[in-house]
């Protein structure tokens, strides 16, 4: 016989032999409290939703109270009859899917589309910094405020790497929205930390002294992929994986494949005399068959270039130069040519006018000169006299 359910009615009963026993509420249906053979004590909800049986433990005695239970019972209840299932609900915020699961899904399905060297980057990231602080919450349960809390530790110490660090996390969370994980990006909005843009072109002087060490230096076929650097202006990876089949040297052309390109997409690029003469040369002195600068491993391209590049920039006396300025100086010399910036994103591959746009600037002088020489058309220089 069913009876009101208190603190004292609990506390009194006593376990089964076997299995369990529940005793349910006069006031609240389906109310009850469950005993079992061991005298574990736990409130639980009976309900029926869509023809079918529910029973949900609403939580052990004395953790809660009667008083409380009943009360979480009438609420669950009054779910039950706005149609909603209550352990439904429960078993899927139990098994929602955490950051770690995340983690797992953006690296089977996101990083295999990175080139190698920045899915590296991605997964130390992963590894160093969201996994140790986030791994274990669910996707749906980060808040705009987690997201902060992680850029604001990582920028303590490394600041850049903490924009880098909200960027993978923001491209990982609209892979979450796109699987129905959760509904909106928490990154969106996350105040980034300020980065001194690095520009470093190398003067007339120092492209002098760089030419100069490099015909010193014995490392023929290094020093040959930094020529070729400096002719193209390419990407180191892409001067390194290069191979014969890509050039037409009758032409005078580089084809670089997708799979070769940052913006994975195929770049033409006409080549300068000075470049197809430094490839016949390479090709005249017994190249690989397959690719312009072989690596000590039969098969396989040059693996780094950075030794090399430390030493002549120690003989040279470059400071803070990076292999990557030499990218930068290529433009920085189109530019001082009156090249616009149409034609220099060309030659080095950008697809997005933004990304060429860095090269502006350069642009001042012979951008005045300009200015000068229609103001003086124009006016009849009158605008000088006083």
Avoid at 40 to 55: D, P, T, W
Avoid at 158 to 177: D, G, H
Avoid at 187 to 197: A, P
Avoid at 345 to 373: C, W
Wanted: include cysteine.
């Amino acid at each position: 016989m069913a009876e009101r359910i208190t603190d004292k009615l609990v506390k009194a009963l006593e376990p089964p032999e076997t299995g369990n026993r529940i005793t349910y509420d006069s006031e609240v249906k389906g109310f009850g409290v469950r005993v079992t053979a061991a005298g574990a004590k736990a409130f639980i909800l009976n309900y029926r939703v869509a023809g079918r049986e529910r029973r949900l433990t609403i939580g052990s005695y004395p953790d809660w109270s009667a008083a409380a239970a009943r009360e979480e019972a009438k609420d669950l209840k009054r779910r039950v009859d706005q149609g909603q299932d209550p352990l439904s609900k429960r078993i899927e915020e139990r098994t929602a899917p955490t950051v770690n699961d995340l983690w797992k899904a953006y690296e089977e399905h996101h990083l295999p589309n990175k080139r190698p060297r920045s899915a590296a980057d991605d997964r130390s990231m992963w590894q160093t910094y969201i996994l140790p602080r986030l791994g274990s919450e669910k996707v749906a349960d980060i808040t705009a405020q987690d997201v902060d809390a992680l850029h604001a530790w990582i920028s303590q110490t490394k600041p850049v790497r903490a924009n880098r660090v909200i960027e993978v996390l923001k491209t990982a969370m609209f892979l979450a929205i796109r699987w129905k994980w959760r509904s909106d990006n928490p990154v969106s909005g996350v105040r980034r930390n300020h980065e001194d843009k690095r520009e470093r072109y190398l003067s007339p002087k120092e492209m002098v002294a760089l030419s100069e060490a490099l015909e010193a230096h014995s490392e023929k076929a290094s020093c040959d992929a930094i020529r070729l650097m400096l002719l193209t202006g390419a990407r180191k990876t892409e001067v390194l994986a290069a191979k014969w089949s890509m050039f037409d040297l009758d032409e005078g052309v580089w084809v670089k494949p997708s799979a070769h390109t940052k913006q994975k997409k195929t770049h033409r690029v006409p080549l300068s005399s000075a470049a197809v003469e430094l490839l016949r040369r390479i090709k005249a002195e017994g190249a690989d068959p397959v690719f312009v600068f072989p690596g000590r491993v039969a098969g396989k391209p040059l693996g780094d270039i950075k030794r090399t590049w430390a030493v002549l920039c120690a003989k040279a006396e470059l400071k803070n130069v990076r292999i990557h300025d030499l990218r930068h100086t290529f433009a920085s010399v189109l530019a001082s040519n009156n090249l616009g910036l149409p034609i220099i994103g060309a030659l080095l591959g950008h697809t997005q006018a933004q990304t060429t746009q860095r090269y502006a600037h350069l642009f001042d002088d012979p951008l005045r000169a300009a200015a000068e020489a229609a103001a003086t058309v124009v006016n009849g220089n009158h605008l000088r006299k006083k």
